[in-house]
């Protein structure tokens, strides 16, 4: 017994230390699962269940439909028996009941959020399942969120993509697996998808027997990764690898990290986080960085990871016009940047492009983005700068000649107008595809707008939903001011 627990002892030793050379490459993507919740008192999957099985025998009274959800819920097929349980109540109810059973609101950070969020400064993303605002809140505003699967996850860095939605968006919600497979089934997604996974090694960590889903995630995992995956590790209670499901996860390629929980706790987890992000000792050797191999040559990007690396930015149909010696900061395989906190020496000129109808909303959007003019990162310019004499037309060519940035405020005003299509929106497409600007649709109100030129860049407010639908608009303006700020830092770095 004794030799037995030597050999694990070693074995984790060595895991763990793979695991650190993982963590330090910069590369590290961490999969988080509902232990963080679970942890923060909020109810697990299965507890969730449990709870809607008496909702539906409460509020519909149909035997039949009750023990379908509970006859789900004892197979922990539990996105199956949310959706009977969604089927049975309706969406109204069903939504409202969620999220009052998982509101988050006024609880703190658990120690595990805690020590994940530690990790965060050199960690590449994280992935996770949880719905709540946990995460969000442990590792701060520098981290952004996003509940929809995109082709960005190939470039951008330090960002949570919440894979099943976010609690206060029910239309996010990801709960049936054809859902979230047809969530990752445009081919751009995939493509995206495979590139990070089969580049950046991944960590699963918060996930137990309470998570009925798993075993699918890795398995996704798994066949995304490529044939020769970087280094994929999981940290789950060592009573839940029956032999069965250490032996598969092991042939799927898996480094396990087991621990033990017989006191009721997860002391261990956090034990082994702080392992990985312990500082070495001076001098102490270790392995060279070689863990992460190189980007697949071939590996055909995703249109909007930009050589240039802009965030928000789409590759020119003519990509042979650049130069592809230019480093992508943040793309795979390339070296980290540190992000700029001195202003650049001379404003940067962002240009508004609007309609006339939709000069109150540009008005607001001007507003919140009064802290970058105040620390002399940006000069803003529309049509209303243009002083007395001053010809309208040649005042309105130059500067959106020479703006780095421009802002299109898309409406369907925008796109009936003659000059704001024909004209503006025309001629920074070509200073877009040119490399001499960086173009940002704006979407202020519900229009069709997927199919216009600029319909392949990446939008804002996050996810193209219009400003107008938002119940607090100027949370749409601060989410599209964190935009705007994010490029021109990018620009700060790497001017045209």
């Given amino acids: 017994m004794d030799n037995g627990n030597t050999v694990s002892a070693e074995l984790d030793a060595a895991v763990i230390e793979e695991l650190r050379e993982a963590f330090e490459s910069g590369e590290l993507v961490l999969f988080v699962g509902g232990g963080i919740s679970a942890a923060a008192g909020l109810p697990t999957w299965r507890q969730l269940v449990d709870l809607l099985v008496e909702r539906v025998r409460e509020q519909v009274g149909d035997e039949v439909m009750t023990a379908e959800v509970a ?9 199956e028996a949310l959706a009977a349980a969604e089927h049975a109540l309706g969406a109204a109810e069903f939504n409202a009941f969620v999220e009052d059973a998982l509101d988050d609101e006024g609880l703190e950070p658990p120690r595990i959020a805690l ?30 969120t996003m509940w929809r699967v995109t082709d960005e996850v190939a470039w951008r860095r330090r960002f949570i993509l919440k894979l099943h939605g976010t609690l206060k968006e029910p239309g996010s919600w990801v709960f049936a697996r054809d859902r979230f497979l047809a969530s990752i089934a445009d081919p751009d997604v995939r493509r995206s998808l495979t590139a990070v996974l089969s580049n950046c090694p991944v960590l699963f960590v918060g996930f137990g027997r309470a998570d009925g889903n798993l075993d699918e995630m890795l398995s996704d995992i798994h066949a995304l990764s490529g044939s020769s995956p970087p280094p994929r590790f999981v940290i789950v209670p060592s009573a839940s690898l029956t032999p069965l499901r250490r032996a598969t996860l092991v042939d799927m390629g898996f480094a396990l990290l087991p621990y033990d929980t017989s006191d009721g706790s997860h002391d261990q987890a956090l034990a082994i986080l702080e392992r990985v992000s312990a500082p070495r000792p001076r001098g102490a050797p270790h392995r060279s960085r070689s863990i992460v191999p190189p980007p697949i040559p071939d590996l055909e990007l995703p249109p909007s990871s930009s050589p240039l690396g802009f965030p928000s930015y789409d ?11 230019v480093t992508m900061p943040g793309a795979l395989g390339s070296p980290r940047r540190e992000r700029v906190s001195e202003p650049p020496a001379s404003p940067i000129e962002v240009f508004f492009s609007y309609s006339e109808s939709n000069r109150e909303l540009r008005d607001k959007l001007e507003t919140h983005l009064a802290i970058l003019k105040r620390k002399g990162v940006i000069r ?27 802002l299109l405020l898309i409406s369907a005003d925008f796109l009936a107008s003659d000059f704001c299509y024909d004209v503006e929106m025309q001629k920074a497409i070509e200073r877009h595809e040119r490399g001499e600007a960086r173009v940002i649709p704006v979407i202020l109100d519900a229009c069709d707008w997927e199919g216009a030129p600029f319909g392949r860049l990446a939008s804002l407010p996050r996810g193209g939903r219009p400003v107008t639908s938002w119940v607090n608009q100027s949370e749409a303006f601060t989410d599209i001011a964190k935009g705007i700020r994010k490029q021109v830092e990018q620009l700060t770095q790497n001017p045209p």
Avoid at 71 to 79: D, K, P, T, V
Avoid at 315 to 321: F, G, T, Y
């Fill in 71 to 79: 006859s789900l819920a004892r197979s922990q097929r539990y996105s």
């Fill in 115 to 144: 020590a994940i969020a530690a990790l965060r400064d050199r960690l590449r993303a994280v992935l996770t399942t949880n719905l709540n605002h946990l995460l969000e809140r442990a590792f701060g505003p520098e981290w952004d």
């Fill in 315 to 325: 590759l020119p149909p003519d990509s042979a016009a650049y130069d592809d010696t």
């Fill in 380 to 406: 803003g310019w529309h049509d209303g700068e243009i002083g007395a004499g001053e010809e309208r037309d040649r005042a309105l060519a130059e500067h959106l000649e020479t703006a780095k940035v421009i």
